[in-house]
């Protein structure tokens, strides 16, 4: 009986990571394609659609841009979120559960309708669409993760190390920034690299607030329009091999911050 | 002294008021414009219903919603039974010290970009793809299946997606069971079967249903996988709702249409409400 669960699990544990992986392999596999059409028989190994998206400005400015609005608009929301959580645990403040209910609801909100609500009110306002557009979108649907993480991470202890620097006549920004924010830290990364890679990989709002100048992912959805194509597979490969790096180094980070 | 009690008020507010801004801002009041548009005409002129009387008497927009909920059941349904023995094998079949890394290998593909990853399904599933050569070169099919531009094709997107998100929450349930749960059982007489089906299965209920209702609403809301995989032979609410502003830049259905789909979601989360408290250990 005991053997026979193991075999089972084995299979199906097997046909799941097949399942999980098969897209994948097949995009990097075909990646290397040597001719024009990313479908069997495989004709590489080639890296010549490497060579052409990174000869691409189109996809070369868009990766930029993507880079700059993830690492601006999460540092953004990061802040906000911060000195929010910040206020709400140190201060008692009237009506406290409702308005930390206002800051985390973006999170029960589909992007689509983010995207769609800012569209319909930057037409009225007569703000025109840009990356700036989308920056703030993406602080919207990220201000919320980073306030419930750095919140829900604060507690009694930080609070007294904070009193005992405040009573040994600390002013407030000196307790912020030495003591606060060090403590913090974790969560504060955390937040930050969260808001990163949703940032970096968002589509709909980045479609419907930006024009010409756009972001990486926005751009592989024109590259779609011509149909399957090996540089489509390269320029994913890529992105999945930059999000590796990020995920690993984040998962090194945490490893080395646990106590020994 | 006077003015240090008034810095002492100001400084809260001065902390969480930019958040509060930006979300009254840049998510309320947005909210709110779409509210008014969605109760505009396209072509001008004053207040009317016809953007939601629309949707409720044309039945290719009625179509597009009872396609989506019909979707998103399956899509949820399936992602459940797939992960739940997978969650369960990571756990309890695979030793202590490989699991971390059997976890991240399984949630490994969740980080490519998400245009990519239904780009690459269109690559498995396309005409001339992967599954068809293997088919018709092995002799099973002379033809070439139509499997992309399909619900099915949808589907499958969909589930690889929340089969991986799926692992990830059932994993840390079933490894935040206390081990005394299943001794107790053990103790008393129950094998592994009435242990599994009236102990560990039941304790992770809750989780499950967070995990599926998250899946509901991430589905529900998703314009890329059905519109690449899917295609337009039959069209899903946020295609519906895209469509609009794309060809027509017809706003206030568009906002209509959005303002709909939300209220659905709306009523799935306060259908399930009772069953998703997250209790906090």
Request: proline share 6%.
């Amino acid at each position: 009986m005991r053997a026979l669960v193991r075999i089972v699990s084995w299979l199906y544990a097997v046909a799941i990571y097949g399942f999980i992986f098969l897209p994948v392999v097949v995009l990097v596999l075909f990646s290397l394609q040597a001719t024009s059409f990313p479908i069997p028989p495989f004709t590489g190994p080639s890296l010549r659609w490497y060579d052409a998206v990174l000869a691409d400005t189109r996809l070369t400015s868009a990766l930029v841009n993507s880079l700059l609005v993830a690492a601006l608009s999460s540092a953004a929301a990061v802040t906000l979120g911060f000195l929010s959580a910040w206020g709400f645990a140190r201060f008692a403040l009237p009506g406290s559960a409702l308005l930390r209910g206002l800051i985390t609801l973006p999170l029960t909100v589909s992007y689509l309708i983010i995207g769609m609500g800012l569209l319909v009110l930057f037409n009225w306002a007569g703000v025109p669409k840009s990356l700036l557009a989308a920056g703030i979108g993406h602080v919207v649907i990220n201000l919320p993760l980073c306030f419930a993480i750095i919140y829900s991470q604060m507690g009694d202890h930080q609070i007294n190390i904070e009193r005992a620097a405040r009573d040994l006549g600390a002013p407030e920004w000196k307790v912020l920034l030495l003591i606060t924010v060090p403590v913090m830290a974790p969560a504060i990364f955390a937040g930050f690299f969260l808001s990163m890679t949703f940032s970096w990989d968002e589509f709909v709002i980045s479609f419907l607030l930006t024009r010409f100048d756009t972001t990486l992912p926005v751009e592989i959805w024109n590259l779609l329009r011509s149909g399957l194509n090996p540089k489509t597979n390269a320029v994913g490969s890529l992105v999945f091999a930059v999000s590796i790096v990020l995920v690993v180094f984040f998962e090194l980070m945490l490893l080395r911050r646990k106590p020994a | 002294m006077n003015s240090a009690t008034n810095s002492g008020r100001a400084l809260p507010w001065a902390l969480v008021t930019p958040a509060l801004g930006w979300t009254l801002l840049f998510f309320v009041l947005p909210f709110v414009a779409m509210g008014f548009s969605s109760l505009t005409a396209h072509d001008g002129g004053g207040f009317t219903r016809a953007n939601y009387s629309q949707f409720f008497t044309n039945p290719a927009y009625w179509q597009a919603l009872v396609n989506s909920l019909q979707v998103t059941a399956i899509v949820t349904v399936i992602s459940v039974l797939l992960a739940y023995p997978f969650a369960w094998i990571l756990a309890e079949q695979v030793p202590e010290r490989w699991q971390r890394l059997a976890l991240m290998l399984a949630v490994l593909p969740f980080w490519t970009s998400y245009v990519v990853r239904s780009y690459s399904w269109l690559l498995v599933l396309a005409q001339n793809g992967v599954i068809n050569r293997a088919l018709t070169g092995s002799g099973l099919f002379s033809e070439p299946l139509q499997l992309a531009n399909t619900r099915l094709a949808t589907v499958t997107g969909f589930v690889h997606f929340f089969v991986m998100l799926l692992t990830l929450t059932i994993f840390a349930n079933l490894k935040q069971l206390s081990p005394s749960y299943r001794k107790a059982a053990a103790d008393l007489g129950a094998g592994p079967v009435r242990t599994f089906l009236h102990v560990v299965l039941p304790l992770t209920l809750p989780g499950i249903m967070v995990g599926a209702f998250l899946t509901f609403v991430l589905c529900i809301g998703d314009y890329i996988t059905p519109q690449i995989l899917g295609g337009n032979n039959e069209l899903l609410m946020p295609q519906l709702v895209m469509m609009q502003i794309g060809r027509r830049g017809d706003f206030p259905l568009a906002s209509a249409l959005s303002i709909i789909l939300m209220a659905v979601v709306t009523i799935a989360y306060l259908a399930c409400a009772r069953w998703l408290k997250i209790e906090r250990a």
